[in-house]
């Protein structure tokens, strides 16, 4: 099994059972409002956690696949290796600006882990969150980094929209 696709399957895991986590929390909560007048203790908390894990857990994806939105009106006036090195640059850039992030949140999640901060009602731990969200912007911004410097992709790839 290749890295490329331990990759993939680690993140979509991850991600996929975030998600599945919010559908069967929000499916108990609004039954158990429905049903028996009562909702889940802290399920909006849960629910925002999870989604952090769905959002950061899928950029490293979206990043492997190119599935980001893509602006490609003036590339038919552009030689292709113009394309490219735009590419390259652009692979670069996101690889700095992420890494750059990634440095932020995983300083910003040890100092509220020193401080001890925890969500409102639920009490649980902010910190880790945070860091992991560190860890997959440094992940993603490896992908970037890989990207720059591999072979070049088709501009209109599957996943871009104009």
Excluded at 67 to 80: I, T
Excluded at 140 to 146: A, F, I, K
């Amino acid at each position: 099994m290749t890295v490329k696709k331990i990759f993939e399957i680690v993140c979509g895991t991850l991600s996929g059972m975030a998600l599945l986590g919010i559908m069967v929390l929000t499916f108990l909560d609004v039954s158990g409002r429905k049903i028996w007048s009562n909702s889940i203790p802290g399920s909006l908390e849960l629910t925002e956690l999870l989604m952090v894990i769905v959002i950061f857990g899928a950029l490293p994806l979206v990043s492997l696949k190119g599935e980001h939105v893509v602006f490609d009106s003036l590339d038919a006036l552009l030689p292709r290796w113009i394309q490219n090195f735009q590419q390259g640059l652009i692979h670069l850039a996101c690889a700095a600006l992420l890494f750059g992030l990634a440095y932020l949140m995983w300083k910003t999640g040890a100092d509220i882990a020193t401080t001890g901060e925890t969500t409102a009602q639920l009490k649980i731990p902010k910190a880790p969150f945070i860091q992991g969200m560190g860890v997959l912007c440094g992940l993603t911004g490896l992908v970037h980094m890989v990207k720059a410097f591999s072979a070049k992709e088709n501009p209109a790839s599957e996943g871009g929209t104009l």
